[in-house]
């Protein structure tokens, strides 16, 4: 497992990064696909900068 980004909800960057590479490339998109994000929200920026660092690497 890599390193946890969610810890509420004990979701690893890999988990992040392929749901983002799979589509889920807003806040709402990945709470929906991998319930990281829905518990104290302290993960919001750590999220928010993989979802810029996934979609910047698709361009
Ligand atoms: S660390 Fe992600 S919601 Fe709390």
């Known amino acids: ?6 810890i509420c909800s ?3 960057e890999d988990t992040l990064r ?4 799979a589509g889920a ?3 709402e998109a ?3 696909e991998t319930t990281a994000n ?6 919001t920026r750590r999220i ?3 979802i810029e660092d996934e ?3 698709a361009k």
């Open 18 to 21: 392929q749901a983002i590479q």
């Open 38 to 43: 829905t518990g104290c929200l302290g993960c």
């Open 55 to 57: 979609t910047n690497k």
């Open 30 to 32: 990945i709470q929906e």
């Open 10 to 12: 004990q979701i690893d």
């Open 1 to 6: 497992m890599s390193k946890i980004i969610c």
């Open 25 to 27: 490339d807003t806040l």
């Open 48 to 50: 928010l900068a993989l």
